[in-house]
């Protein structure tokens, strides 16, 4: 039993963002929310942690629907990592990592205080941010700020990791570093990824959303086809593998030839 | 923490004491314990009844509700930069000074209900109006922080205009001056009711902030975190913005509108102590009843026997005070 979306829908702003999507994430594994933007990654990031209610449809932790637990106990099992989440406050990264130790406090003070710092001692380690304990917010590097979310996030001790675009901004080394960290945490993590490759390197499932519905869901290598990525991201791909068993996508600059314009009435269904 | 804490206490009470001996009338510190024991029934020690009046009439309570109306503005201007995330908040940012100054010219110059509420009562009614106002346009908006923001720019010159009408409209020369007066910030003539009131009030918002600290930490990354981190956002936020209302409109009405100390002394606050609300709650509000008690203080005998409004007493001392944290913050880094 883990975080779960069953048929969830939701219109945000008079559109529909979330069309029915399902979501049954197998305890320790790593999804990937992929699809182009607008597609409904970071809606649905946000009706599976809570900020959100769907109109129909349910989203259940531990088989309890999420709008009938306090947002509390959501916390001490899910944590999240949003886009642009900065900050004005002069605040060190060992206060940031402290921050994820809030849902474990009681109102009137924490419960354990060297159980705190363990915790917070641990997610910096993780996340090779120790040396980096004492700095100040505004003096760390995009990726270090990423990270120190992240630490944050695992400071929660959380089951489930929800992450929106982590790798945004991020050169490349710091996107593998950042990926492989999280896919060998022990936690099931849904991550909205933009890019292919990195989702079929480091997800054992992904989703393709367009438009809001799940038009494909599956391990990378039966979902990302050529044909798949040309019908949902408009843009035409090579897939294949390389000589040491790995799925890559090449892109080919240019439109779309007509054998592969397929729009989606005509479209076959992809599972 | 425990022994900044113990010595930010002791650091109000000396300034209480020392500022108590300002003043065009001789008043020693020997005089002024001999009194508070006197008082205090702990001991029976002669003084002259001048003194005696003098000390325990005017300065003491004066000096008392400078330090509460420091602290709770302090706390007040501390919590409102951190739950709306703008460092230009201060208590007054939703309307609750110019509300305050509207009920009070309603009541000290037009004259209505004049004498069952007083210019206090109309202040405080005033304040919590405006703030109502505030928060339902924010609401009707579409509520989020820039709205609750723009909502209190908007009444706060909505009822600086009114203020400004009644005033233009119905005062004559004395009323001007006696409002202009209060609304700058004035500690003239509280009495020991005044004491008890705000001494009540701040200590509870106090306490109320700080059960409230581990939330205020989590807004540090905005609201999507907050909630991420088990917070019930738009409760705790409504419910805090309610507190800095009330706590403010009380001291609105006790003290008039005291500038300045809700902006910037949670600043110097954050600068010497960090920004975790568990330590940078009380730091504010023992910083705001040190300088509050020393700006009253001063602004009572600097130009005596005219006294200056203490709102003007605080820009004058404030601004080169924090000036001097800023630059010796940048050459600590």
Redesign the interface.
Same mark, same amino acid.
């Given at each position: 039993m883990t975080l779960q979306a069953d048929r969830v829908v939701w219109h945000r702003g008079g559109r529909l963002v979330v069309d029915e999507v399902t979501l049954r994430p197998a305890p320790g594994t790593t999804i990937g929310l992929l699809g182009p933007n607008g597609s409904g990654k970071s809606s649905l990031l946000r009706l599976l942690n809570g900020t959100a209610r769907p109109e129909s449809g349910v989203v259940t932790l531990d088989g309890a629907e999420l709008s009938s637990l306090a947002r509390r106990d959501i916390a001490r099992a899910v944590a999240v990592v949003s886009q642009h989440a900065d900050t004005d406050v002069d605040i060190r990264v060992r206060d940031v990592v402290r921050l994820g130790r809030i849902p474990h406090r009681g109102s009137f003070g924490t419960a354990s205080a060297t159980r705190d710092e363990e915790a917070v001692a641990d997610a910096l380690r993780h996340t090779g941010l120790t040396d980096k304990a004492d700095q100040r917010w505004h003096t760390l590097s995009g990726g270090e700020r990423q990270r120190a979310h992240i630490a944050r996030a695992l400071a929660q001790e959380p089951r489930e990791l929800l992450l929106d675009e982590p790798t945004n901004h991020l050169d490349i080394r710091h996107q593998l570093e950042l990926l492989s960290l999280v896919s060998r945490l022990p936690v099931t993590s849904v991550i909205a990824l933009h890019d292919l490759n990195l989702a079929a390197t480091f997800c054992d499932e992904v989703i393709i959303l367009e438009r809001g519905r799940a038009v494909a869901a599956g391990p990378p290598r039966e979902v990302l086809t050529a044909e798949l990525i040309a019908r949902v991201y408009g843009v035409r791909a090579r897939v294949g593998v390389d000589e040491r068993g790995r799925l890559t996508v090449l892109f080919e600059p240019g439109p779309l030839e007509s054998s592969d314009e397929l729009t989606p009435e005509d479209a076959p269904p992809a599972w | 923490m425990v022994l900044l804490l113990t010595g930010g206490i002791v650091a109000v009470a000396l300034s209480v004491g020392a500022a108590i001996t300002l003043g065009p009338a001789d008043v020693s510190l020997v005089n002024v314990r001999d009194v508070l024991l006197n008082h205090l029934g702990l001991a029976d020690i002669p003084v002259r009844a001048v003194k005696n009046a003098i000390v325990w009439e005017e300065r003491l309570p004066r000096a008392l509700t400078a330090a509460a109306a420091g602290a709770g503005l302090g706390i007040c201007g501390a919590v409102m930069q /951190?739950l709306l =995330?703008n460092?230009l908040a201060d208590p007054f940012l939703l309307g609750i000074s110019s509300g305050a100054s509207t009920g009070a010219v309603v009541i000290g110059v037009l004259g209505v209900g004049g004498s069952v509420l007083g210019l206090s009562g109309g202040a405080f009614i005033g304040a919590l109006l405006a703030f109502a106002l505030v928060m339902l346009l924010a609401r009707l908006a579409g509520g989020g922080t820039d709205r609750v923001i723009l909502a209190g720019v908007a009444s706060t010159q909505l009822f600086s205009a009114l203020t400004s009408f009644v005033i233009f409209a119905f005062a004559d020369a004395d009323e001007t001056r006696g409002v202009m007066f209060w609304l700058l910030g004035s500690l003239e003539g509280v009495r020991w009711d005044d004491v008890a009131l705000c001494a009540v009030v701040v200590l509870v918002g106090i306490a109320l902030c700080l059960?409230y600290a581990?939330?205020l930490? $989590?807004f /540090?990354? &905005?609201d999507? %975190?907050a $909630? /991420?981190? &088990? %917070? $019930?956002v738009a409760r705790v936020r409504l419910g805090l913005l309610v507190l800095t209302a009330l706590i403010t409109a009380t001291l609105v009405s006790v003290t008039g509108a005291i500038g300045f100390v809700g902006l910037v002394l949670p600043h110097a606050a =954050?600068f010497l102590f &960090?920004? =975790?609300h568990a330590g940078l709650i009380p730091a504010t509000a023992l910083i705001g009843a040190v300088f509050m008690v020393w700006v009253d203080a001063v602004s009572r005998v600097a130009f005596q026997p005219t006294p200056l409004p203490v709102g003007v007493g605080t820009a004058l001392v404030g601004v080169p005070a924090f000036v001097l944290i800023l630059v010796r913050k940048r050459r600590g880094q």
């Amino acid at each position: 039993m883990t975080l779960q979306a069953d048929r969830v829908v939701w219109h945000r702003g008079g559109r529909l963002v979330v069309d029915e999507v399902t979501l049954r994430p197998a305890p320790g594994t790593t999804i990937g929310l992929l699809g182009p933007n607008g597609s409904g990654k970071s809606s649905l990031l946000r009706l599976l942690n809570g900020t959100a209610r769907p109109e129909s449809g349910v989203v259940t932790l531990d088989g309890a629907e999420l709008s009938s637990l306090a947002r509390r106990d959501i916390a001490r099992a899910v944590a999240v990592v949003s886009q642009h989440a900065d900050t004005d406050v002069d605040i060190r990264v060992r206060d940031v990592v402290r921050l994820g130790r809030i849902p474990h406090r009681g109102s009137f003070g924490t419960a354990s205080a060297t159980r705190d710092e363990e915790a917070v001692a641990d997610a910096l380690r993780h996340t090779g941010l120790t040396d980096k304990a004492d700095q100040r917010w505004h003096t760390l590097s995009g990726g270090e700020r990423q990270r120190a979310h992240i630490a944050r996030a695992l400071a929660q001790e959380p089951r489930e990791l929800l992450l929106d675009e982590p790798t945004n901004h991020l050169d490349i080394r710091h996107q593998l570093e950042l990926l492989s960290l999280v896919s060998r945490l022990p936690v099931t993590s849904v991550i909205a990824l933009h890019d292919l490759n990195l989702a079929a390197t480091f997800c054992d499932e992904v989703i393709i959303l367009e438009r809001g519905r799940a038009v494909a869901a599956g391990p990378p290598r039966e979902v990302l086809t050529a044909e798949l990525i040309a019908r949902v991201y408009g843009v035409r791909a090579r897939v294949g593998v390389d000589e040491r068993g790995r799925l890559t996508v090449l892109f080919e600059p240019g439109p779309l030839e007509s054998s592969d314009e397929l729009t989606p009435e005509d479209a076959p269904p992809a599972w | 923490m425990v022994l900044l804490l113990t010595g930010g206490i002791v650091a109000v009470a000396l300034s209480v004491g020392a500022a108590i001996t300002l003043g065009p009338a001789d008043v020693s510190l020997v005089n002024v314990r001999d009194v508070l024991l006197n008082h205090l029934g702990l001991a029976d020690i002669p003084v002259r009844a001048v003194k005696n009046a003098i000390v325990w009439e005017e300065r003491l309570p004066r000096a008392l509700t400078a330090a509460a109306a420091g602290a709770g503005l302090g706390i007040c201007g501390a919590v409102m930069q /951190s739950l709306l =995330r703008n460092p230009l908040a201060d208590p007054f940012l939703l309307g609750i000074s110019s509300g305050a100054s509207t009920g009070a010219v309603v009541i000290g110059v037009l004259g209505v209900g004049g004498s069952v509420l007083g210019l206090s009562g109309g202040a405080f009614i005033g304040a919590l109006l405006a703030f109502a106002l505030v928060m339902l346009l924010a609401r009707l908006a579409g509520g989020g922080t820039d709205r609750v923001i723009l909502a209190g720019v908007a009444s706060t010159q909505l009822f600086s205009a009114l203020t400004s009408f009644v005033i233009f409209a119905f005062a004559d020369a004395d009323e001007t001056r006696g409002v202009m007066f209060w609304l700058l910030g004035s500690l003239e003539g509280v009495r020991w009711d005044d004491v008890a009131l705000c001494a009540v009030v701040v200590l509870v918002g106090i306490a109320l902030c700080l059960a409230y600290a581990h939330a205020l930490d $989590a807004f /540090s990354f &905005g609201d999507e %975190i907050a $909630a /991420s981190l &088990g %917070i $019930a956002v738009a409760r705790v936020r409504l419910g805090l913005l309610v507190l800095t209302a009330l706590i403010t409109a009380t001291l609105v009405s006790v003290t008039g509108a005291i500038g300045f100390v809700g902006l910037v002394l949670p600043h110097a606050a =954050r600068f010497l102590f &960090g920004p =975790r609300h568990a330590g940078l709650i009380p730091a504010t509000a023992l910083i705001g009843a040190v300088f509050m008690v020393w700006v009253d203080a001063v602004s009572r005998v600097a130009f005596q026997p005219t006294p200056l409004p203490v709102g003007v007493g605080t820009a004058l001392v404030g601004v080169p005070a924090f000036v001097l944290i800023l630059v010796r913050k940048r050459r600590g880094q």
